[in-house]
């Protein structure tokens, strides 16, 4: 989380977010004004399941994996009807409400309704430096929809999703700022409407062969104010799919094609210290996509797919993947992929955060970084793993090996290395390259017990004005331990260690280059309890039970109006210790 806005990103393969596209149910998600708080408005009393792929992407996924595929599936209007509440308490004050329910009307028709609310109310300042920990507001979502089976293999589906989102943040009420400059605010509010709808058919006469149907529209808006700056963002957009699927009755072969049509419209605003920038993009991006999978045997796969995308503002660009699976022996599989993808790059939306200090953007450039068209993002992944089960002393385990190397043909490079004051967003001049390596190691210890370790390896690298550097923020090592245990008596247990290596930090006030984070180790402990078959539970934990925080998450605190004032320089956590309760019922 960063020092300010509080917002939590996800990382794969030692790159951000954005190159990693996100779905709900097969729905792109996560796009624009959404990539930095996106996951917020995913509750998790919500999913039902995560699919999560690393590495390239399967090609009717859309052009824009460069570091895998994640589709989030929601509690379905069928299958599970009833209705669930789960209410949530933290130590900073955080309190959330989350309900779904679901239901069938007749053998035709079933619905589903799933509300989240949560609350920051009061302000926290645990490390003294009269600005909040995270920030005030609330959130609150609705997601309503749909499912219909009807005669002759058709079913459809459609609903609605909305969000309000409110934070508040910076510096705490009444603070006196040792420059004499005014209270530095931080504020974000966004509301959002998406409509969906899917239709599909399975051919009762002919069921290898398969139609679907996917169409979705939505709009974001975003006003947020960073002290002096502000970025205001509208977005609304649209995409539609539609896919054949043959699978052979053999199972020798099966081929998925379809089209696929995208549309974003972005209007943006930046209050920067020398004036106030205006500017629009839309983009509009036609595609079309075919994937064979061939199966010789039960032990070999191949998935080899291509798909051409045409879009307004980059050209028409090919995309294509491969994706292996080999069975070596029982027990012993081996994977391999490799592809390419694009995306377009918002940096005002990608690295908005950015704002929350005084350095200068593009200093002397001919024109307005906010006003400059970059090019395409590109890049080359490819990957291997093996996974190995084993049985030691009657238990089963599992160990994962892979690899994956990201190669950029060009990249958004967000330059924190030229001097203190600056930040800098130009393409790519050189090489961005990305070495992420795993091993896995899980097992069960006895019946209702089990472990898992893991240690990756990263190593991220661009060629910035000043050299080829380590990508900013990136741990070279990391370490992830946890233990799993449930009783005879429904009581569960649960602990996690992880490890985090150094991060190469920004240039400092200094010119120095090489100054790093120090290693820490954080630990998080729940424990559970469950009557009547899980239909009503009870739960509490703690994050970061070691209470290890930052120092100085926001540098030149008392003095928000001087050149140093700076709070994007955060590496590690600033809340401390965090203490939850909360409970699940099903009714």
């Known amino acids: 989380a960063d020092a300010l806005t509080g917002t939590r990103t996800i990382e794969m393969l030692g790159l951000s977010g954005q190159y990693l596209p996100t779905q709900i149910e097969l ?37 824009e994996s460069m570091t895998g595929q994640l589709n989030v599936e929601l509690r379905k209007p069928f299958g ?50 009269e600005f909040m920990d995270l920030p005030t507001g609330h959130l609150y979502s609705l997601l309503h929809r749909w499912k219909a089976s009807l005669k002759n293999g058709w079913e ?54 398969s ?16 002290g002096m700056r502000a970025l205001r963002a509208d977005q609304m ?17 099966a081929v998925k094609s379809g089209l696929s049509f995208i549309w974003d419209r972005y209007d943006k605003w930046l209050t920067d210290f020398n004036g106030r920038y205006a500017g629009t993009q839309e983009e509009i991006t036609p595609g079309i996509f075919t994937e064979i999978t061939y199966r010789p045997t039960e032990a070999f796969t191949a998935l080899a797919g291509v798909r051409a995308d045409a879009h307004n503002l980059f050209g028409t660009r090919l995309s294509p993947r491969l994706h292996l699976r080999y069975a070596l022996k029982e027990g012993t599989i081996l994977r391999a992929s490799s592809g390419s993808g694009f995306r377009s790059p918002h940096p005002w939306l990608e690295y908005g955060e950015l704002l929350a200090s005084n350095r200068v953007i593009n200093p002397g450039s001919a024109k307005p970084f906010f006003q400059q068209r970059l090019r395409a993002e590109t890049a080359w992944n490819s990957g291997i793993s093996l996974q190995q089960d084993f049985k030691l002393n009657y238990r089963k385990g599992t160990v994962l090996i892979d690899y994956f190397y990201t190669s950029f043909g060009n990249r958004l490079v967000v330059d924190r290395y030229r001097t203190s004051s600056t930040y800098w967003f130009t393409d790519l001049n050189g090489s961005s390259t990305t070495h992420s390596a795993m091993v896995q190691f899980d097992y069960e210890i006895k019946r209702r017990m089990s472990i898992r370790g893991a240690y990756k390896y990263t190593w991220a690298e661009t060629d910035y004005a000043s050299g080829r550097l380590q990508d900013p923020f990136i741990a070279a090592h990391r370490g992830f331990i946890a233990w799993f245990y449930e009783t005879r008596n429904a009581w569960g247990f649960d602990i996690s260690t992880q490890f985090h290596g150094q991060k190469r930090l920004p240039v400092n006030a200094d010119g120095d280059r090489s100054t790093f984070s120090p290693f820490f180790t954080l630990i998080n402990a729940q424990v559970k309890k469950s009557w009547k078959d899980g239909v009503y539970e009870l739960y509490a934990g703690s994050e970061n039970l070691l209470n290890f925080m930052m120092e100085e998450p926001v540098l030149n605190a008392q003095s928000p109006g001087s050149p140093g004032f700076d709070a994007t320089v955060v590496w590690g956590p600033i809340m401390g210790r965090v203490i939850f309760v909360g409970c699940n019922i099903r009714f």
């Open 27 to 63: 729905i792109p998600f996560m796009r624009g004004i959404q990539v930095k708080r996106g996951w917020a408005y995913i509750p998790g009393p919500w999913i039902q399941s995560m699919q999560l792929s690393k590495g390239i992407g399967s090609v009717s996924n859309g052009h």
């Open 80 to 129: 599970e009807e009833g209705n669930r509440l789960n209410l949530y308490f933290n130590t900073m004050g955080r309190s959330e409400v989350n309900y779904t329910t679901a239901y069938a009307l007749n053998e035709v028709w079933s619905s589903a309704t799933s509300l989240h609310g949560s609350w920051i109310p009061f302000q926290v300042d645990n490390n003294g430096d």
């Open 156 to 209: 459809s589906q459609f609903g609605f999703r909305f969000v309000d989102d409110l934070q508040e943040g910076g510096q705490l009420d009444g603070a006196i700022n040792e420059d004499g400059s005014d209270r530095w605010v931080y504020r974000r509010e966004s509301r959002g409407l998406s409509v969906f709808a899917k239709v599909g058919r399975i051919f009762p006469e002919s069921p290898e062969n």
């Open 211 to 226: 139609i679907g149907f996917i169409a979705e529209g939505h709009f974001q808006n975003l006003k947020s104010p960073f």
């Open 237 to 253: 957009g649209g995409n539609f799919q539609f896919i054949h699927d043959y699978d052979d009755p053999l199972r020798l072969w």
